[in-house]
């Protein structure tokens, strides 16, 4: 099984960036969707983007479309959220997860989850 881990969080005037990364522990991703989440102090956890590793189409909520942009590295097993342009609504905690489904933005529908980074986005 897949574990992952986040780092990159910090925090950034609005209207800067920063670069999160997705770490696979033990495993390749050759076989998983990879997805970015967010979640926000009394908020539920909400869909920021996905890659499919093999298949190469990439998936963004309409919130980041623009912004945020998922790459990966297939050498160094990771997966990468650039995230340019932030806004102080961008703040949260940013998860990592692993799913068997293709296109996949649900949470329910991710198996495997990293512990998360704070991203905070002040104005």
């Known amino acids: 099984q897949v574990q992952l881990v986040e780092s990159g969080g910090g925090l950034v005037q609005a209207g800067g960036s920063l670069r999160l990364s997705c770490a696979a522990s033990?495993?390749?991703?050759?076989?998983?969707?990879l997805g970015w989440f967010r979640q926000a102090p009394g908020k539920e956890r909400e869909f920021v983007g996905a890659?499919?590793?093999?298949?190469?189409?990439?998936l963004y909520a309409d919130s980041v479309k623009g912004r945020f942009t998922i790459s990966r590295d297939n050498a160094k097993n990771t997966v990468y959220l650039q995230m340019n342009s932030l806004k102080p609504e961008d703040t949260a905690v940013y998860y990592c997860?692993?799913?068997?489904?293709?296109?996949?933005?649900?949470?329910?529908?991710?198996?495997?989850w990293g512990q998360g980074t704070q991203v905070t986005v002040s104005s």
């Open positions: 997860a692993c799913s068997a489904y293709g296109r996949s933005s649900r949470v329910y529908e991710y198996d495997v």
């Open positions: 890659i499919g590793w093999s298949a190469g189409w990439t």
């Open positions: 033990t495993h390749t991703f050759s076989a998983y969707t």
